[in-house]
């Protein structure tokens, strides 16, 4: 059975620093892992999907990486700014399966 | 990009009501849709998987009796709470996928149940 943990749960940091989450998966059999935001009370907007061939994905000042054979990837945010403070979560989804199964999340607060 | 309307945003309703929710891909043909669940402070947990015109595929132990899902067309999937008491009140959110594994899923903004 699949299962995604991220750590930190919540992190809280000033505006400006560069700050990396962590999602760890204990089935390296997936096709993909995806980066989402949620903003409280708010469905999830997708910020990045890298493919079990790719090492990295980068939109903007957001990077992740993908290490498929570790089960491990990170979310690097450069130059946080408030405006990030949200709730990431990762996910996965498995080979031979259509559903994504998620992470627990990392509510991150970053302060002016 | 593409775009999954989930409706209604937020209901109140009392014990014993039957609640549907409505979910829209707007610009894409949704091959599959997901129901998912999520409690405060927690992470999404997958109700089931619905694949247009036939039954969806429920996740262990979540009732199908009680939480029926309806796929009839490749834009539209409705999740109806049946006899909704207290405890089915929730975040319930639904994903749309093109079914193409390249592509990601797209998410709803989620329908807040509240019953009384």
């Known amino acids: 059975k699949q299962e995604v943990t991220q750590i930190p749960a919540a992190l809280s940091v000033p505006e400006g620093e560069n700050l990396v989450l962590n999602c760890s998966f204990t089935?390296?059999?997936?096709?993909?892992l995806q980066w989402f935001r949620q903003d409280p009370g708010k469905g999830l907007t997708s910020l990045l999907l890298i493919q079990s061939s790719q090492r990295e994905q980068t939109s903007g000042r957001l990077n992740a990486s993908l290490d498929k054979s570790s089960g491990r990837s990170t979310l690097y945010i450069a130059a946080s700014q408030p405006g990030d403070s949200a709730t990431y979560l990762c996910a996965v989804r498995v080979t031979g399966f259509q559903k994504l199964v998620f992470g627990t999340g990392t509510r991150l607060l970053v302060s002016p | 990009g593409a775009v999954v309307s989930q409706h209604p945003s937020w209901v109140i309703c009392k014990s014993g009501t039957s609640v549907k929710i409505e979910c829209r891909s707007l610009?894409?043909?949704?091959?599959?849709m997901f129901w998912y669940r999520q409690f405060p402070k927690q992470s999404l947990m997958l109700m089931a998987t619905?694949?247009?015109?036939?039954?969806?595929?429920?996740e262990q132990g979540v009732e199908k009796d009680k939480f029926l899902i309806n796929h009839a067309s490749l834009t539209l999937s409705t999740l109806t709470v049946t006899s909704a008491h207290p405890e089915d009140s929730s975040f319930y959110i639904c994903s749309a996928s093109s079914g193409q594994t390249d592509q990601p899923q797209h998410f709803g903004d989620g329908t807040r149940l509240s019953i009384l």
């Open positions: 089935d390296s059999a997936i096709y993909n």
């Open positions: 610009d894409f043909q949704a091959t599959t």
């Open positions: 619905s694949n247009e015109g036939s039954k969806a595929t429920y």
